[in-house]
C-alpha cells in the first residue's frame, strides 16, 4: 500500500524558511514523479513542483520559483520542499503526490497523495 506523509510543517514569520518532507513507502517509485500542491482556503488546489523521485531537475510554478527548491533524499526515501523567503501568501496546506509518469513539470493525473501539512505564514 502506497503512503506518503508530509511533515515539517508550522508557523513562520514572513522573510522565514521552513523544509517540508514527503516520506514515501509501499513501492519503488524510481519511475515515479513526486509533485507539491498546496491550497489555501477558499482557494483551488495549486501547482507548486515536481521533480522525478530518482532525482534530477525540478519544475517550479512562478509563484515560488527563486524561493522554494525540491530535492531528493533517497536515503531516507523522501523528497523535500525547502521554502526561504516565504511570504504571507503561502500560507496553505502542503500536500505531496505521486504517479507512475515521468512528466513531473505537468500538475495532472498525480494518484497518490499525502494528508497534507499546514503552513502559516505570520505578516
Given at each position: 500500500?502506497?503512503?506518503?506523509v508530509?511533515?515539517?510543517?508550522g508557523?513562520?514569520q ?6 517540508l518532507?514527503c ?6 517509485f ?5 509533485g507539491?500542491f498546496r491550497q489555501?482556503?477558499g ?5 507548486v ?5 530518482k532525482?534530477?531537475?525540478a ?7 527563486g524561493r522554494f527548491t525540491?530535492?531528493t533524499?533517497?536515503?531516507k ?14 500560507t496553505a496546506?502542503y ?7 515521468p512528466?513531473?513539470w505537468?500538475?495532472?493525473?498525480y494518484?497518490?497523495?499525502?494528508q ?6 505570520s505578516?
Amino acid at each position: 500500500q502506497v503512503q506518503l506523509v508530509e511533515s515539517g510543517g508550522g508557523l513562520v514569520q514572513t522573510g522565514g524558511s521552513l523544509r517540508l518532507s514527503c516520506a514515501a513507502s509501499g513501492r519503488t517509485f524510481s519511475t515515479y514523479a513526486i509533485g507539491w500542491f498546496r491550497q489555501a482556503p477558499g482557494k483551488e488546489r495549486e501547482f507548486v513542483g515536481g521533480i522525478m523521485w530518482k532525482g534530477g531537475s525540478a519544475h517550479y510554478a512562478d509563484s515560488v520559483k527563486g524561493r522554494f527548491t525540491i530535492s531528493t533524499d533517497n536515503a531516507k526515501d523522501a523528497v523535500l520542499l525547502q521554502m526561504n523567503s516565504l511570504k504571507p501568501e503561502d500560507t496553505a496546506v502542503y500536500y505531496c503526490a505521486a504517479k507512475p509518469h515521468p512528466d513531473y513539470w505537468r500538475p495532472y493525473e498525480y494518484k497518490y497523495w499525502g494528508q497534507g501539512t499546514q503552513v502559516t505564514v505570520s505578516s
